[in-house]
């Protein structure tokens, strides 16, 4: 987020399941994401994202994007957004539990490719975890952690297959800013979407999403935010990943 004059709020969300790639499987995805707020436009083409499974229960991926920002002035920048290092520790695999409920760890290393606002450091970390519950059609997981340049964040999601091939999802997802600003900007931000996915072939999917802020009185809340791309597996069949970082 842009800083003020006296302080700097960071948010930062992570959403993702318990579950994970099977060693020497994986997927690959590219995707784009549009975000619209008062104060500045930014449209994010590509994003690239993969994973591996590299042990059992154990796998290991990145997420980079491609950024161009165009503030309300007219100022413009284009380059290479935070590289994310993320990896997935499953302490249960919801697949065989006999309750369908799963648990895991996702340690995470943000690194600033760009030179962000006083204050920043360029590497970062995060540690949230994870849980999810299958039951039949249905299923529900979500993520809980810190970050390191300083926010709190709570997310989760609901997934319904409507078909062989498709299914719907809702998130919602809330950050606290443990650095407080004295400009009156709320230290929390709540954000809401809704999406769906296609599975083509068992090797391809297709996904979307579209949401917003539910947070008021903030300049750089998002009015729209839309997101969109392909997955594609590799090795042995695995779920398409659609996580990202916000």
Known sequence: MPASATGIRDFGVWLDDASVAAPGGGWVSLSFSYFRSDVFRELDVPVADAGVGIARGVQFGFSVPYYN????GGATAHGLGSLYLHSKVQLRDPSTAQNGLGAALLP??????????TGHRQVNWALPASVELQRGAWRTYGSGGYFSRGSVFVSGAIERAVSEHAAVTGTLSRSYSLHEPTTGLPRVRTD???GASYVVSPMV?????????LSALDPERAQLLISGGMSINVGPPTLPRTSSPK
């Open 69 to 72: 920002v165009r503030g309300t």
């Open 108 to 117: 995470i290393v943000e690194v600033v490719n760009t030179g962000g606002p």
């Open 192 to 194: 809401v979407s809704g």
């Open 205 to 213: 999917a297709v996904y979307g999403s579209i949401g917003r802020s």
